[in-house]
């Protein structure tokens, strides 16, 4: 029902900033939510963040107050502003689509039903 491809990745030094786009496609409308997830080498698949379609976000402790998630529905994007990047930030960065209705716990990858092909993220020291 969707289709979704990230973009953006790249390599920053320690401190800089890069913004990641997941464009969607096919039945949008059924993309509730979409989250933000990144697979470090050698680790488990982690949560980043998500966003409501009304625009409520939510961030893991480890990213707050650096980065930020926006969506443009008019674009059919969703947008990860990284800033203040460390080097343990570096990972394969997913974004994910759910439609369903209602979730407490949308941390969880098992809420999602789509997923990008992930786009490389590289931070030096």
């Known amino acids: 029902q969707v289709q979704l491809a990230e973009s953006g990745g790249g390599l920053v030094q320690a401190g800089g900033s890069l913004r990641l786009s997941c464009a969607a496609s096919g039945r949008t409308f059924s993309a509730n939510v979409m989250g933000w997830f990144r697979q470090a080498p050698g680790k488990e698949r982690e949560f980043v963040g998500r966003?409501?379609?009304?625009?409520?976000?939510y961030y893991a402790d480890s990213v707050k107050a650096r980065f930020t998630i926006s969506r443009d529905n008019t674009k059919n994007t969703v947008y990860l502003q990284m800033n203040s990047l460390k080097p343990e930030d570096t990972a394969v960065y997913h974004c994910?689509?759910?439609?369903?209705?209602?979730?407490?716990?949308?941390?969880?990858?098992?809420?999602?039903?789509?997923w990008g092909q992930g786009t490389q993220v590289t931070v030096s020291s």
């Open positions: 994910a689509a759910s439609s369903a209705p209602y979730s407490s716990n949308w941390a969880s990858e098992l809420q999602y039903d789509y």
């Open positions: 966003i409501y379609s009304k625009g409520t976000t």
